[in-house]
């Protein structure tokens, strides 16, 4: 059964301190691995999307790579409005369209 | 640009009544549409998908249901609502054949007293 496993749940961190949050898979055939951003009471924003092992992605202060059994994002310098729930998602291997299994997700929250 | 639309944005219904969220994408075609519903500190459980028009499959049985009458509109349905359908409603969509994230609508509250 694939599963999606994100840590920490939680994370604070003072404004400039850089951490890195994890999400772990576990499927065969990875098809890609994606990374979300979700403000208090909004949808879920698209950040990233990681195909293959090695590959890495920037934007901004986030920096997500990706390695075979599971995909870092790391946040550098960050700041309060980084402030938010991350969640990761793969596709699920029984299907072949784009059905996703999602994280738990990790909450951060900058300190100034 | 595409975008999705959701709502009512928040909705407070009494229990056994019923319930229609509607979602609607624009600018593109054939997209694959999504509802799902996130319980307050906890993770995106998939409630039904669809790949085309009256295409509706669900993951969760329970008392909710979905129909898509149109190729860019969703909608979740229920006849009566339990305590228990309480949370914050998503839709989503996808490009139909390229494999790539989803796109979330803004979410409904919905509180079932």
């Known amino acids: 059964e694939d599963q999606v496993t994100q840590s920490p749940e939680a994370l604070r961190l003072q404004e400039g301190e850089s951490s890195s949050l994890n999400c772990s898979y576990t499927?065969?055939?990875?098809?890609?691995l994606f990374w979300y951003r979700q403000d208090p009471g909004k949808g879920p924003e698209f950040l990233f999307t990681?195909?293959?092992a090695g590959e890495e992605k920037e934007k901004e202060r986030l920096k997500a790579t990706l390695t075979k059994k599971e995909s870092f994002l790391h946040i550098t310098a960050p700041k309060p409005e980084d402030s938010a729930t991350y969640l990761c998602?793969?596709?699920?291997?029984?299907?072949?369209?784009?059905?996703?299994?999602f994280g738990a997700g990790t909450q951060v929250v900058v300190t100034p | 640009s595409q975008t999705i639309h959701q709502w009512p944005a928040t909705l407070v219904q009494p229990v056994g009544s019923p319930l229609s969220l509607e979602c609607t994408v624009e600018?593109?075609?054939?997209?694959?549409l999504y509802w799902y519903r996130q319980a307050a500190g906890r993770g995106l459980q998939l409630l039904f998908y669809?790949?085309?028009?009256?295409?509706i499959s669900s993951e969760v049985p329970q008392n909710l249901s979905a129909s898509r009458p149109q190729d860019r509109q969703f909608i979740l349905s229920s006849k009566k609502l339990l305590l228990s359908d309480s949370g914050f409603y998503l839709c989503?969509?996808?490009?139909?054949?390229?494999?790539?994230?989803?796109?979330f609508g803004p979410g409904t509250r919905l509180t079932v007293l």
């Open positions: 998602a793969v596709p699920m291997t029984t299907d072949s369209w784009g059905k996703f299994q």
């Open positions: 600018g593109t075609s054939n997209p694959n």
């Open positions: 499927v065969s055939g990875l098809r890609g």
């Open positions: 990681l195909y293959s």
């Open positions: 669809s790949v085309g028009i009256g295409q």
């Open positions: 989503a969509w996808s490009p139909p054949i390229r494999l790539e994230g989803e796109y």
